[in-house]
């Protein structure tokens, strides 16, 4: 018993170390400015999410300030409020079963598809090797949904943009809120990092790409020829 919980513990701040350099290095890399940004991270077996938290200064922050979450959003570990995006990355870790850390950032040619309410149309390899097809863009939410837990909602809404279209998560790692940002996430942190760095490179890419020619989606074939699983 002792010995699990000890496993439990290692495990956890082995995450935390995780969480915390990833959230660094998306400030590095430009993605994320002031606090618009957040990353989390969760131990399937003991089903405890790592996240970033909120009201801290990215100079300030420790990786012992990680918090700790369970799936219904009771704090288990932490002396910090969680993301304010907490309830977002909680429903999507309920839904997608198979992933294992989710990063969100307003990365400028990302948000201005998301803003336009387009999805991220696939117009050539760059965009193949990681998502195997368009990445959506949700519906915006409705007067109703706005009155309730707005990140709840978001999440909500994610799944069912994922549900309607039949698309499987672990093949299009990413998705545009309408009027916000992206989300992505991959088995591990490492994955969900570079979902989000190439999520923003395919987003510019495709604008500019457009802006030269309005060339259409590449094919199916086109798509599962390039994509690595
Ligand atoms: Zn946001």
């Not at 995450?15 to 430009?30: D, H, I, W």
């Not at 707005?150 to 545009?176: C, H, N, Q, W, Y």
Request: aromatic letters at 8%.
């Amino acid at each position: 018993m002792r010995v699990n919980q000890q496993a439990k513990e290692k495990m956890l701040e082995n995450l935390k170390q995780q969480v915390y350099k990833a959230s660094l290095k998306l400030v590095e890399q430009g993605l994320v400015i002031y606090t618009w940004g957040n990353v989390s991270a969760i131990d399937r077996e003991s089903g405890l999410v790592v996240i970033k938290p909120s009201g801290i200064s990215y100079e300030e922050m420790v990786p012992a300030d990680m918090v700790v979450v369970d799936l219904s959003g009771n704090i288990i570990s932490g002396d910090l409020k969680p993301s304010s995006d907490t309830n977002t990355h909680l429903i999507l870790y309920q839904n997608f079963p198979l992933i294992g850390s989710i990063m969100h950032s307003h990365s400028e040619y990302a948000s201005c598809w998301a803003q336009a309410g387009l999805g991220i149309p696939p117009l050539g390899i760059t965009h193949a090797n990681f998502f195997n097809g368009e990445i959506p863009c949700t519906k915006p939410l409705s007067a109703k949904q706005m009155e309730g837990d707005i990140e709840t909602e978001t999440g909500k809404i994610i799944v069912e943009t994922f549900r309607s279209a039949k698309l499987d998560p672990m093949r299009i790692p990413g998705v545009l809120v309408y009027g916000h940002g992206p989300f992505c996430w991959g088995k591990e942190v490492r994955d969900a990092f570079d979902h989000t760095v190439v999520l923003e490179k395919v987003a510019r890419m495709a604008y500019r790409t457009r802006q030269l020619n309005p060339v259409k989606a590449v094919e199916k074939k086109f798509l599962d020829r390039y994509f690595f699983d």
